[in-house]
């Protein structure tokens, strides 16, 4: 996908939660380039305008992955914490 397109297809699985502006998406996507996460190539976009492609590297792969089991790690231990006042015969809210 073009920088434009991948900007709003984050907003739209998000349901609208994550709003990129351009200036985000496009200094990301340099940075990610730099890392060797992501490659690009120069094509037409639908609209019939040149446009910069980005698709995701091996090294991108294995990193999404890796970064995808830190945070289900990190959500896993936030819901413990969060969830401890629920616990049968705890006070909600007691810290």
Not at 61 to 88: C, H, N
């Amino acid at each position: 996908m073009h920088g434009y397109g991948l900007a709003r297809r984050i907003e739209q699985v998000s349901g609208n939660e994550v709003l990129l502006n351009q200036g985000t998406i496009y200094a990301s996507l340099v940075r990610l380039e730099q890392r060797g996460w992501i490659g690009s190539s120069w094509g037409i976009s639908g609209n019939n305008r040149r446009a910069k492609f980005y698709s995701i590297t091996h090294v991108g792969r294995q990193q999404m992955a890796e970064g995808a089991r830190y945070w289900e790690r990190l959500t896993g231990v936030m819901d413990k914490v969060l969830s401890m006042g629920k616990e049968p015969g705890g006070e909600e809210g007691v810290a």
